[in-house]
């Protein structure tokens, strides 16, 4: 009993469940059908012993049926509560619901609209709810003829005779029913106690084996417990690493679209910075070739060289023949004017075309310095006295070689002309070779500048942009 306190089950709670579950399992029907048989087996003086429960184990019919419920319903009306318990186990309709009054008439093959349903209908609103059994049994004595019989012929002296005869025989069947009766009390009262033990002795097999059941269970439900705290703990270690599994990835693709948004911008200065060197190459290879413009300075000097030594040869040929005649010297002095003129006139139409061509390549190179301002590239190459702009010098220079033309076209002046022009040229030898000088590094620094800007990588770039 401790036990049971200790598990919160007093004596009568678990009295009552053990009913409960021993009525629920049929063994309280088997123990009744059990006494109701041996005690009608002493009643009736029979020899036969043995226990028999229900042996009506299969399903009875629709007829059937309705025949027990009429009987259970007439069991009710009356109020025959032990008999209405022993009838119930015994007709084994514990399982199956009583039926009604309307259910019962359609078994029987009565019709609705009969007269005969319509009486027995008038007679339970008459009579009251009574039971079925009754009121059919009513209708059906007054419906058959000749149920009133007449019993007034019988005699008084029948009747005299036949109570008394009656009576003793009655008397004497009464006192051997009491004898039996008062033996087969005795018997039962012994099998009652017999019962009682067995029935005791199941209770408490049924008690330990609850015990026992409850014993375990309780021992399954702190295992369980145990593994269910076991089972939260890891789970709660598992959402821990979870979570910073979930900071990482979250850091980790915020780094991501940082990175990618950086490598977007790179590209796009990439892009940018190929434009632009793909510019400077069109601009580049749209400047004049400077190595045409020295082809032709070397062959206008060497056209210089060749007038030089044309002239050179006429004056001395006019210093040897200067012992002739006035008239002579004049006519050849006019010769060597003539000729002067047309080497000066061709030598003008040269210094057009060279002008020309230098006025071209000074336009592509103020083009070249206002877009990418290469001046440092040209600039500190020139001397000092020409003030950074050759190509004004050199136009300077031409226009006055055309206007010493005029001064020296007399014959007296020819050698400080040759001498001049022979300067002139040299000095124009000079330009042009610092001019392609500057040029050739001009174009050494934007070739290794382009392909060092087209293989620059993101993280140089990144690495350059970092204070």
């Known amino acids: ?26 063994i309280v029907d088997n123990v009744k059908t ?14 036969d012993n043995q226990i028999r429960f229900s042996s009506s184990t299969t399903q009875p019919t629709l007829l059937i049926r309705a025949l027990n419920a009429l009987i259970i319903d007439y069991f009710q009306g009356q109020r025959y509560d032990y008999t209405t318990s022993v009838f119930i186990p015994e007709a084994n309709i514990n399982d199956y619901r009583t039926m009604s009054d309307e259910e019962i008439l359609r078994l029987l093959n009565i019709s609705t609209e009969s007269s005969f349903y319509k009486k027995i209908k008038s007679n339970n609103e008459t009579n009251g709810h009574t039971s ?9 004595s007054s419906w058959l003829p000749g149920s009133s019989q007449n019993n007034s012929a019988q005699t008084s002296n029948d009747l005299w005779a036949g109570s008394v005869a009656g009576s003793t025989l009655e008397t004497d069947r009464l006192k051997r029913l009491e004898d039996d009766i008062r033996k087969r009390e005795v018997t039962l009262s012994n099998t009652e106690i017999h019962v009682d033990q067995q029935v005791q002795m199941k209770l408490n097999k049924l008690r330990f084996e609850i015990e026992q059941q409850f ?6 439900f702190q295992l369980m417990e145990m593994r269910n705290q076991e089972e939260a703990r890891r789970l709660s270690e598992e959402r821990l690493l979870a979570e910073q599994a979930k900071t990482e990835v979250a850091s980790l693709r915020k780094h991501y679209s940082e990175a990618d948004s950086t490598i977007h911008r790179l590209q796009s200065d990439i892009k940018i910075l190929q434009n632009e060197n793909e510019i400077l190459r069109e601009k580049t290879k749209q400047i004049v ?32 023949s200067s ?15 003539r000729e002067l003129k047309t080497v000066l006139d061709n030598q003008q139409v040269g210094q057009k075309v060279v002008n020309d061509e230098l006025i071209d390549l000074k336009t592509q190179i103020a083009l070249l310095q206002s877009s990418n301002q ?13 003030g950074g702009d050759y190509l004004s010098h050199v136009i300077k220079s031409t226009s006055d070689v055309q206007l010493n033309q005029s001064r020296y076209s007399t014959s007296s002046n020819y050698n400080q002309f040759i001498e001049d022009a022979k300067l002139r040229m040299l000095e124009l030898d000079r330009e042009a070779d ?27 770039l990144s690495q350059q942009r970092v204070p």
């Open 1 to 26: 009993m401790t036990t049971m306190d200790q598990n919160g089950l007093n004596g009568r709670d678990l009295r009552i469940k053990l009913f409960d579950l021993m009525k629920s399992k049929g």
């Open 34 to 47: 059990h006494l109701r048989g041996r005690l009608i087996n002493e009643l009736r003086g029979g020899v």
């Open 132 to 140: 079925l059994l009754m009121t059919m049994l009513t209708c059906i």
């Open 215 to 220: 014993t375990e269970r309780d021992k399954n």
């Open 289 to 320: 070739d400077y190595q045409a413009i020295r082809e032709e300075n070397a062959v206008l000097k060497s056209q210089m060289n060749n007038i030089t030594s044309r002239s050179q040869r006429s004056h001395q040929h006019h210093h040897n």
């Open 323 to 337: 012992s002739s005649s006035p008239r002579e010297q004049s006519t050849n002095s006019q010769g060597i004017i």
């Open 374 to 386: 290469p001046e440092p590239y040209f600039n500190g190459r020139f001397p000092s006295n020409h």
């Open 434 to 460: 610092r001019v392609e000088e500057s040029y050739r590094d001009y174009q050494h620094r934007i070739m290794t500048k382009t392909p060092y800007t087209s293989n620059i990588q993101p993280t140089d």
